[in-house]
């Protein structure tokens, strides 16, 4: 039967005339269906962006789907309370978390950039099963074979591996978005010279292409939905671009050492490590070896040795709860801390409540003590410089590098941070050239109390008129002068409505829009000049930026990102307060 149905002579009288009103409708239908499968088969073979389109959306419309299922019954059918329906979003994204990462490393490209960025802004915002389970990818990715690697590293050298190097560790240190890192030994020029360990970044080869396709599609939708965003999206082409050639992160590892070396800080407080200029193409980096810890392994070991100091097994139900508060703070105006979260509601946490920072101390030394003693590894406890906070604190940080024999050194967490955000604040204001991408898995806690700062392929530069009107910005921010930073925002390319029919933004609303770019996560009720109270989150879900000028593009990263990893490591800050005195410098030195 199905042979006669699609015998030639049927389908030849199909095609042949006369042609009635319905016939003609079902060959249009028919040749539709038969030039959308041709289209389709022929962009998903050879246009790589419309292939990452679709399968973006083939692993992320099942979630989305799921989702509003789950809201949907529980919120419409069922009828839940709010606790009930937050149980019920609670099992949802304890499903879904890991497949959203699972997600993220198929696609690899900008995608992990995105989830780095994420997993360290959204402590306090994002639901904590989501911070959790992007937390991994601030330390790296799943790592390429030792023969991919070589390969890549004579091919774009031109010499063997053994012309190179007398011992090159199979095993990465690191694996990241763009390429993975691995331990060496420099084969000295000279007899008699001195071999150097370092490290070798290399590139993973298709890289170039999974950029280039996700950011046409990027462009793409810039230029559907919001077009005169276009300059910040070939912005961030730019960015990238630049973070894959290898030879450009050179040249900016050598004019940030410098630039830090000017205002004093490098090598004092930070150190950035020196390129091996033999061994440095396109896809190829070699640089010094700094040894020590990530600031990501730092926060997440002082968080299992608290948990454990006051009972519990790991530090998971501590970030659950870190996690809450963080909230609590953000919902009362965020900035910076009195003096640790407060962790109310269990008798054990009370040493942790309003005492301040000293309590909040006395329990992170004691809870590294006794990991110490435990660890028949006690090293000398010493108060660290204040830096200028108020946080007496040590810590006993284990490198977990690679399988390697776990070593303790003396660590300020506190006061690393501090020196983080300040050194950040002197590259944005001051010298205008800065590390666009310091989350957690890219700071090295060193042995001797200093900071390494790794990974500058992705450097922003600011214009003088730009940091000007940052520190101006900062300035407000700290005087908390509503007025000053709306005027900013308006005078210097800012541009948002809001689309439930309040219109233009007030200066209440751009000032909290600048608190959040440039200070302090602040989720409290917003008070518009009319004297009206709205939720802030309904301000963002109606908020429809039209113009976002590259001073304000660049320094709500670089500011969510400093923000963000200071809220993981449990202690907020009022990013303008700290860059305040930096701000201040550079408008003297305009003067």
Same mark, same amino acid.
């Given at each position: 039967?199905?042979?006669?149905?699609?015998?030639?002579?049927?389908?030849?009288?199909?095609?042949?005339?006369?042609?009635?009103?319905?016939?003609?409708?079902?060959?249009?239908?028919? #040749?539709?269906?038969?030039?959308?499968?041709?289209?389709?088969?022929?962009?998903?073979?050879?246009?790589?962006?419309?292939?990452?389109?679709?399968?973006?959306?083939?692993? /992320? @419309?099942?979630?989305?789907?799921?989702?509003?299922?789950?809201?949907?019954?529980?919120?419409?059918?069922?009828?839940?309370?709010?606790?009930?329906? +937050?149980?019920?979003?609670?099992?949802?994204?304890?499903?879904?978390?890991?497949?959203?990462?699972?997600?993220?490393?198929?696609?690899?490209?900008?995608?992990?950039?995105?989830?780095?960025?994420?997993?360290?802004?959204?402590?306090?915002?994002?639901?904590?099963?989501?911070?959790?389970?992007?937390?991994?990818?601030?330390?790296?990715?799943?790592?390429?074979?030792?023969?991919?690697?070589?390969?890549?590293? +004579?091919?774009?050298?031109?010499?063997?591996?053994? +012309?190179?190097?007398?011992?090159?560790?199979?095993?990465?240190?690191?694996?990241?978005?763009?390429?993975?890192?691995?331990?060496?030994?420099?084969?000295?020029?000279?007899?008699?010279?001195?071999?150097?360990?370092?490290?070798?970044?290399?590139?993973?080869?298709?890289?170039?292409?999974?950029?280039?396709?996700?950011?046409?599609?990027?462009?793409?939708?810039?230029?559907?939905?919001?077009?005169?965003?276009?300059?910040?999206?070939?912005?961030?082409?730019?960015?990238?671009?630049?973070?894959?050639?290898?030879?450009?992160?050179? @040249?900016?590892?050598?004019?940030?050492?410098?630039?830090?070396?000017?205002?004093?800080?490098?090598?004092?407080?930070?150190?950035?490590?020196?390129?091996?200029?033999?061994?440095?193409?396109?896809?190829?980096?070699? /640089?010094?070896?700094?040894?020590?810890?990530?600031?990501?392994?730092?926060?997440?070991?002082?968080?299992?040795?608290?948990?454990?100091?006051?009972?519990?097994?790991?530090?998971? +139900?501590?970030?659950?709860?870190?996690?809450?508060?963080?909230?609590?703070?953000?919902?009362?105006?965020?900035?910076?801390?009195?003096?640790?979260?407060?962790?109310?509601?269990?008798?054990? /946490?009370?040493?942790?409540?309003?005492?301040?920072?000293?309590?909040?101390? /006395?329990?992170?030394?004691?809870?590294?003590?006794?990991?110490?003693?435990?660890?028949?590894?006690?090293?000398?406890?010493?108060?660290?410089?204040?830096?200028?906070?108020?946080?007496?604190?040590?810590?006993?940080?284990?490198?977990?590098?690679?399988?390697?024999?776990?070593?303790?050194?003396?660590?300020?967490?506190?006061?690393?941070?501090?020196? *983080?955000?300040?050194?950040?604040?002197?590259?944005?204001?001051?010298?205008?050239?800065?590390?666009?991408?310091?989350?957690?898995?890219?700071?090295? *806690?060193?042995?001797?109390?200093?900071?390494?700062?790794?990974?500058?392929?992705?450097?922003?530069?600011?214009?003088?008129?730009?940091?000007?009107?940052?520190?101006?910005?900062?300035?407000?921010?700290?005087?908390?002068?509503?007025?000053?930073?709306?005027?900013?925002?308006?005078?210097?390319?800012?541009?948002?409505?809001?689309?439930?029919?309040?219109?233009?933004?007030?200066?209440?609303?751009?000032?909290?829009?600048?608190?959040?770019?440039?200070?302090?996560?602040?989720?409290?009720?917003?008070?518009?000049?009319?004297?009206?109270?709205?939720?802030?989150?309904?301000?963002?879900?109606?908020?429809?930026?039209?113009?976002?000028?590259?001073?304000?593009?660049?320094?709500?990263?670089?500011?969510?990102?400093?923000?963000?990893?200071? #809220?993981?490591?449990?202690?907020?800050?009022? *990013?303008?307060?700290?860059?305040?005195?930096?701000?201040?410098?550079?408008?003297?030195?305009?003067?």
């Amino acid at each position: 039967m199905l042979q006669a149905f699609i015998s030639p002579p049927m389908m030849s009288s199909f095609f042949q005339g006369p042609y009635s009103k319905r016939k003609i409708v079902l060959l249009v239908f028919l #040749a539709s269906i038969l030039l959308g499968t041709l289209t389709f088969t022929t962009l998903y073979t050879c246009h790589r962006g419309f292939r990452r389109t679709i399968q973006f959306w083939r692993g /992320m @419309a099942p979630l989305v789907a799921k989702y509003k299922y789950v809201n949907f019954k529980a919120t419409k059918i069922d009828r839940c309370s709010p606790e009930e329906l +937050e149980e019920r979003l609670n099992v949802y994204r304890e499903a879904t978390a890991p497949k959203l990462v699972d997600l993220i490393l198929r696609l690899g490209g900008i995608y992990i950039k995105i989830g780095q960025v994420m997993a360290t802004i959204g402590q306090g915002l994002l639901p904590q099963q989501y911070v959790d389970a992007l937390k991994p990818l601030q330390n790296g990715v799943p790592p390429r074979g030792y023969g991919e690697i070589s390969r890549i590293i +004579e091919k774009s050298t031109g010499k063997k591996m053994d +012309e190179l190097f007398i011992d090159f560790e199979e095993t990465p240190i690191g694996s990241a978005s763009v390429a993975q890192v691995h331990k060496a030994t420099l084969r000295p020029k000279n007899d008699g010279d001195k071999p150097s360990p370092i490290v070798i970044k290399v590139q993973y080869p298709e890289v170039a292409e999974l950029f280039d396709a996700d950011l046409s599609n990027l462009e793409i939708a810039t230029r559907l939905f919001a077009p005169e965003n276009m300059e910040v999206a070939k912005a961030l082409r730019k960015r990238h671009e630049n973070e894959l050639d290898f030879t450009k992160e050179a @040249a900016n590892l050598r004019e940030c050492t410098r630039d830090m070396q000017q205002y004093g800080v490098e090598p004092s407080l930070v150190r950035i490590p020196r390129v091996v200029d033999d061994i440095c193409t396109q896809h190829v980096l070699a /640089m010094e070896y700094l040894e020590g810890v990530s600031l990501s392994d730092a926060i997440k070991d002082e968080q299992n040795r608290v948990a454990k100091a006051l009972g519990r097994k790991d530090g998971d +139900e501590l970030k659950v709860m870190l996690a809450s508060k963080m909230r609590e703070h953000f919902e009362n105006g965020g900035g910076a801390g009195s003096g640790g979260i407060r962790m109310l509601g269990d008798n054990q /946490m009370k040493i942790m409540n309003v005492l301040g920072p000293s309590a909040t101390a /006395m329990l992170r030394t004691y809870a590294s003590v006794r990991d110490g003693f435990e660890n028949a590894a006690i090293s000398v406890v010493k108060f660290g410089s204040r830096l200028g906070r108020n946080d007496n604190e040590v810590g006993l940080i284990a490198d977990t590098t690679a399988a390697k024999k776990k070593k303790k050194i003396n660590v300020n967490l506190g006061r690393a941070l501090k020196t *983080l955000v300040h050194v950040h604040g002197i590259q944005m204001l001051l010298s205008g050239t800065y590390n666009a991408d310091p989350h957690p898995g890219n700071i090295l *806690l060193l042995p001797d109390g200093r900071l390494g700062l790794l990974d500058y392929g992705m450097v922003g530069k600011l214009s003088e008129k730009d940091r000007e009107t940052v520190a101006e910005t900062i300035v407000a921010l700290g005087d908390n002068d509503k007025v000053a930073t709306a005027k900013l925002y308006r005078e210097n390319g800012y541009k948002a409505t809001l689309q439930n029919g309040k219109g233009e933004v007030d200066d209440a609303v751009l000032h909290r829009f600048a608190s959040f770019h440039f200070d302090k996560i602040d989720l409290s009720p917003l008070t518009l000049d009319n004297g009206e109270k709205m939720d802030i989150m309904e301000v963002f879900r109606s908020n429809r930026e039209k113009a976002v000028p590259t001073w304000v593009e660049e320094g709500r990263r670089l500011g969510g990102l400093l923000v963000g990893v200071s #809220a993981q490591a449990a202690r907020p800050i009022s *990013l303008a307060k700290e860059w305040r005195p930096i701000a201040k410098q550079a408008l003297r030195k305009k003067e």
